[in-house]
Structures are given as C-alpha cells and as structure tokens.
C-alpha cells in the first residue's frame, strides 16, 4: 500500500485525515514539524504538507525535496494564503488543498495525484527535440543542450505535452486535463503558474524562456523553429 506522509501540527487535523487516509487502504505516518518530517520524508509515497508548522515554512522543506526528489505532494494553505499556493506550485507542489476542507476530498486527491505519478510514458517513445530543447520520456531527464533541468513532474509532463506538438497552441482546459486529469480540481491558474516556472528553469539552463509563447486569450504553445 502507497506511504502518505501527513505533515500538520494541528492533532485534529492529523486524526482526521489520517483516519480517512487509512480507511481508504493507504499506510500513513504523521508529523508534527519540519524536524520530524525531514525524518520521515524518505519512506513515503506522497506527502501532504502543510504549509505553517511550529519550526519554520513548509515551504523550505518542499524547496530542499525538490533538489533531491520528485514524490508528489499535496500543500495545506488557507484561503487568505494565494501567495504561499502559488510559490508552493512553482517550486514544486502537485496539488493543493484549502482549508477549512473535508477529509474525504484529500483521501479523494491522493489518489488522483498517486495515479498521475504512476502514469508511464509509452515505452516506444523516441526522444523528443525542438531546438536545445530535449526531452526523453523512458529516463524521466530534460537538457537545454547538454545541461539537465531540474524539473517536477508536472513541469516535466507539460514540457512533454509542448514538444510533443511544436506549434500548436493548447487551451488552458486541455493542458489541464492532459497534464492533471480530469479529475483532479484545479483552475487555469495552475497552468499559468507552471508555464512561468518552467520558463524561468528554461532561462536559468541557457534557453529562452520565450519559446513556450502566451496565445493571449486561448493559451500557449511551444514556438515551432
């Protein structure tokens, strides 16, 4: 069975959550902190992070997972916190969740962001290039000629969705159901937020940030030559 491992320092949270998480058939370790989290981060599956814990931001430790992981997790905020949701998908985060929520609705995005991760790319698959631009599906890397971009997996399955189809421009709607899935609950924002992520990782690795072009009104798309 997948590892959840829940990280809030509320105890009514974890209780709650935790029950529903293992009533649905998944193991789950709890944290309380930052410190217990770095502790347990190792062994899980997926994490569910909250974002305010009692020995700093949950963001730093999403940050420094980033360098040395791509287990998906799922971000805890409140409704007033849009800055800290937006930082948390740029550097990383898979999904989130507002509170005040139902536990039933995490249990329901667990697995929606499980199944995602466990999707595998066609084993036929060749490499994929546009410019420096490469992409190989079977060994999950992505350089700008010959340097490797350091990508989440949902950077790296929307720059797939793009080189995939140079030139064509994609409706926000579609990149969401292509790259996220039908049934995983987010809005156009959350495109916007990992195109601009992934430009900046771009540009950090010696490409152009503008090869991934804004369709004012529709989208984007990957510019073709």
């Given amino acids: 069975m997948p590892q959840i491992l829940l990280v809030d320092d509320e105890p009514a949270i974890r209780e709650s959550l935790a029950f529903a998480l293992r009533r649905d058939g998944f193991e789950v370790s709890e944290a309380a ?4 989290a770095r502790q347990l981060a190792g062994d ?50 898979d999904d989130y969740v507002l509170k005040p929520f139902s536990p039933r609705e995490v249990s329901a995005r667990v697995r929606a962001v499980l199944r995602r991760a466990a999707k595998s790319a066609p084993a036929e698959e060749k490499p994929l290039r546009a410019g420096l631009l490469s992409l190989d599906t079977r060994t999950r890397k992505a ?3 010959q340097r490797e971009l350091a990508l989440s997996r949902t950077e790296f399955n929307l720059l797939a969705l793009f080189l995939r189809s140079p030139g064509r421009v994609f409706e926000r709607s579609q990149i969401l159901d ?3 899935g039908s049934d995983v609950v987010v809005g156009d924002r959350t495109v916007d937020v990992h195109v601009k992520a992934l430009r900046r990782k771009l540009e950090e690795a010696g490409g152009e940030a503008r ?8 989208g984007y798309r990957l510019r073709d030559g």
Avoid at 52 to 80: E, Y
Avoid at 211 to 218: A, H, I, K, M, S
């Fill in 33 to 36: 902190s930052l410190r217990e």
């Fill in 44 to 93: 899980a599956d997926l994490m569910i992070l909250d974002l305010v814990l009692p020995d700093g931001n949950g963001l730093d430790l999403l940050r420094s997972l980033r360098g040395r992981s791509d287990v998906p997790v799922i971000v805890l905020t409140s409704r007033d916190e849009e800055t800290d949701r937006v930082v948390g998908l740029e550097i990383g985060a």
């Fill in 143 to 145: 350089c700008v000629g």
């Fill in 178 to 180: 292509a790259v996220w």
């Fill in 211 to 218: 090869v991934l072009e804004t369709v004012r009104g529709v």
